[in-house]
């Protein structure tokens, strides 16, 4: 008789957020054993009813740690990322996506893992980023190519805004106008393709069993571009309200986004996001058409989710059904 096939083991650092959720149950679904680490492994419960879902009680930044996580393990997916951090100087932003990722390689290579995936950022650059975070997720990259060698087989994702059910984009702006009669806001222009967070882990798994894409690096957009304000005057629209949408100039937003970052508890906006959105957040190549996966386009789905709950579930239940 022969031996039971066993599955191979992927662990996804930031496998408890937003995409990481998607991504596990994708995982799972495609034969996977998915193993998943948390500093807080009750306030993450809703993964362990995913069968083959292994959730850790384990603090990633901890180098021995992370060896056992990654021993005995076929890949890992680094999903890790922050938008804004406690202080100001740059420190946090390179904890999260600069110290975690040369941590993260040091530990594969001692584990013998030799497949790495990895979230990164649309407009990453480690030198000419404008803002902490394009710079510290371009260092990130620089540190993957230069340390993977021959001994780990990389890949490197860069999405654009990701927008989903739960996201923290459209729904943090949903909230905000229903808050509030006017809404004064910087950087207006600024330009986004969102993409959605299903299509962001249908392009993980699907590198993550194609070796074609070792090495390579990818750019992810939905199909339409928006500026700030064609998002914010649709999510209006879909709610059905009246708000006034005031522009701010240059001295303005920064004035708004220092007040946020200095002065509000948990940063809803801060200066290091406003230094992101000068440059346009659109791609310059269509990473999911490489990789055979053909985008949502934004607005049907935001459209349901942003309905009022008793029409949503009845949506998602609906949903559920047809994909089972």
Do not use: W
């Amino acid at each position: 008789m022969a031996a039971k096939r066993t599955a191979p083991v992927v662990c996804i650092l930031g496998g408890t957020g937003f995409v990481g959720r998607s991504l596990s149950s994708l995982l799972v679904r495609r034969g996977y054993s998915v193993r998943i680490p948390t500093r807080n492994r009750p306030r993450s419960r809703r993964l362990l009813v995913l069968p083959g879902v292994d959730l850790r009680q384990a603090d990633i930044h901890d180098p021995s740690a992370l060896d056992e996580l990654l021993h005995g393990c076929d890949a890992a997916i680094n999903l890790v990322g922050i938008l804004n951090e406690r202080g100001h100087d740059g420190s946090g932003f390179r904890t999260a996506h600069v110290d975690l990722v040369e941590k993260l390689i040091r530990a594969c290579q001692e584990n013998g893992v030799t497949r790495l995936i990895h979230m990164s950022a649309l407009k990453a650059n480690h030198n000419r980023g404008p803002s902490h975070y394009l710079r510290t997720k371009g260092q990130a990259e620089q540190l993957i190519e230069t340390l993977c060698g021959d001994d780990i087989r990389y890949t490197i994702f860069q999405p654009s805004v990701i927008f989903g059910s739960e996201d923290s984009f459209i729904n943090r702006f949903a909230g905000l106008l229903r808050l509030t009669p006017v809404l004064p806001l910087a950087r207006l222009e600024a330009r986004f393709a969102p993409v959605y967070v299903d299509d962001v882990a249908l392009a993980f798994a699907t590198a993550l069993a194609d070796s074609d894409t070792c090495g390579k690096t990818y750019e992810l957009c939905g199909p339409d571009i928006y500026s700030l304000r064609e998002i914010i005057d649709f999510v209006r629209r879909e709610l059905g309200i009246r708000r006034l949408i005031v522009p701010l100039p240059g001295v303005l937003g920064r004035l708004q986004a220092a007040v946020a970052d200095y002065l509000i508890p948990g940063k809803p906006f801060s200066l290091d996001n406003l230094r992101s959105m000068s440059v346009a957040n659109v791609c310059s190549t269509d990473g999911l058409k490489q990789l055979g996966i053909t985008p949502q386009p934004m607005q049907q789905i935001v459209r349901d989710y942003l309905k009022p709950e008793p029409v949503r579930l009845s949506l998602l239940r609906r949903t559920n059904r047809r994909r089972d």
